[in-house]
T-cell receptor, first 109, second 113 residues
Framework: DAKTTQPPSMDCAEGRAANLPCNHS???????VYWYRQIHSQGPQYIIH???NNETNEMASLIITEDRKSSTLILPHATLRDTAVYYC??????????FGTGTRLTVIP | EPEVTQTPSHQVTQMGQEVILRCVPI?????FYWYRQILGQKVEFLVS????????KSEIFDDQFSVERPDGSNFTLKIRSTKLEDSAMYFC???????????FGPGTRLTVL
């Protein structure tokens, strides 16, 4: 699976959009971009994934650049409950998910 | 919404003892996984399981570890003789198909004394 690079931490004001970037310049054609988050020591929570097209669900939007070398997860209206570590993972989805160190997002009141 | 469940939430054991961690995957899922997270460290893959066989395992998953699907609903991780360094959160996950999204349980905190 391709390696991903994320900033170690970010802050976001409550109610504002949180934009979390991820670089995956070595991603291969059959690898999806997955986003998970982990609140404290709870189990990783699936957020969204995509291959080429932008995706949106009830939790977030995923914007993938045309060359697929980077992506941005957007939480449109961040709340205090969105404070968590966010992981960007490039994977075919089969078997092993490789979790890096992620981005610690702190939503500030 | 269906979810993965794990029991117990916290297990304390003495070094050298055997422990069994239990998971109930989402009911129609066919692929099952164990991951662990040592305090303050990354989530690490241990093993994947399909059709009553291990399909992939990491170098962490040595002979002290085993997995089993003893019935139609449970998926277990056994550590034969626990060591202090086995203390960690253990997460079970499941997916419908091999290429499908993995959904994680809440974890079991294992403390080895």
């Amino acid at each position: 699976d391709a390696k991903t690079t994320q900033p170690p931490s970010m802050d976001c004001a409550e109610g504002r959009a949180a934009n979390l970037p991820c670089n995956h310049s070595t991603i291969s054609g059959n690898e999806y971009v997955y986003w998970y988050r982990q609140i404290h020591s709870q189990g990783p929570q699936y957020i969204i994934h995509g291959l080429k097209n932008n995706e949106t669900n009830e939790m977030a939007s995923l914007i993938i650049t045309e060359d697929r070398k980077s992506s941005t997860l957007i939480l449109p209206h961040a709340t205090l409950r969105d404070t968590a570590v966010y992981y960007c993972i490039a994977s075919t989805g089969a078997n092993n998910l490789f979790f890096g160190t992620g981005t610690r997002l702190t939503v500030i009141p | 919404e269906p979810e993965v469940t794990q029991t117990p939430s916290h297990q304390v054991t003495q070094m050298g003892q055997e422990v069994i961690l239990r998971c109930v995957p989402i009911s129609n899922h066919l692929y099952f996984y164990w991951y662990r997270q040592i305090l303050g460290q990354k989530v690490e893959f241990l093993v994947s399981f399909y059709n009553n066989e291990i399909s992939e395992k990491s170098e962490i998953f040595d002979d002290q570890f085993s997995v089993e699907r003893p019935d139609g609903s449970n998926f277990t991780l056994k550590i034969r003789s626990t060591k202090l360094e086995d203390s960690a959160m253990y997460f079970c996950a499941s997916s419908l198909e091999e290429w499908d999204t993995q959904y994680f349980g809440p974890g079991t905190r294992l403390t080895v004394l």
